[in-house]
């Protein structure tokens, strides 16, 4: 049984890059940020507060991981407040007991988010840690806006990607940061593809041994 652990900040490129090599693999795969906005998804939906640690935590431990809707999750105001109720730890400790859970499943996982290779998964046997500038990372994210027909200002996005780093590396409980034994791949100057060739040779490097 493999785990593949991929962490990194929010528009790296983690999301399609693990879909690729879970693909590639054979693994299953989950985007544990998709737990996070569920999580506040719901509270949101049912007027529930954003800042009451038990009442988020008795919502996080109900979480069913077989109904995240990618498509209904990605809203920008939900990955706001999914970033708010992250630095809570019994909201935490919920979701990672559950995404440890689906870490176990066979043949083997890909699991991505922030703190996958430092806490959720630490003994996983490949840890890659995907990241690029900030004005790269703020670059797509407007680019794919726009192509979805949507509106943007590139400013506010960049601050929108700026504001995310900082509340997810500045927390408390399990902050955004490499694990010691990752491996790094900065994407700024790569295309998909690149990255995605990149990542398997580590991946292939490491699963040989
Ligand atoms: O990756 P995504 O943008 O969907 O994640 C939404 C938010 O959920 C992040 O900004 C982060 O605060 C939180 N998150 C987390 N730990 C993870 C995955 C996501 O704290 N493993």
Redesign the pocket.
């Known amino acids: 049984m493999t785990t593949i652990a991929i962490d990194g900040p929010?528009a790296a490129g983690k999301g399609t890059l693990s879909r690729r090599i879970a693909e590639e693999y054979g693994f299953h795969h989950l985007?544990?940020?998709?737990t996070?906005?569920a999580t506040a998804k719901a509270l949101l939906d049912r007027g529930l507060p954003l800042d009451d640690e038990a009442v988020a935590a008795n919502v996080a431990r109900t979480l069913d991981l077989g109904g995240l809707d990618r498509s209904v999750l990605s809203a920008h105001e939900i990955?706001e407040a999914?970033?708010k109720i992250?630095i809570m730890p019994a909201v935490r400790r919920a979701l990672v007991e559950a995404q440890r859970e689906f870490a176990g499943r066979k043949p083997g996982t890909v699991l991505d988010?922030?703190?996958?290779g430092t806490v959720?998964c630490p003994d996983a046997a490949v840890k890659l840690y995907v990241t690029a500038s900030a004005d790269v990372r703020a670059r797509r994210r407007y680019n794919e806006i726009v192509a979805n027909g949507g509106m943007a200002d590139y400013d506010a996005v960049y601050k929108d990607v700026r504001r995310?780093d900082e509340?997810?590396m500045g927390r408390a409980d399990?902050p955004l940061r490499p694990a010691d034994n990752a491996h790094l791949l900065d994407t700024s100057e790569m295309s998909i593809e690149a990255a995605f060739s990149a990542a398997k040779s580590i991946i292939d490097a490491v699963l040989k041994h």
């Open positions: 929010a985007d544990t940020g998709l996070y906005r990955g999914a970033s992250a988010g922030r703190d996958i959720v995310r509340r997810d399990s």
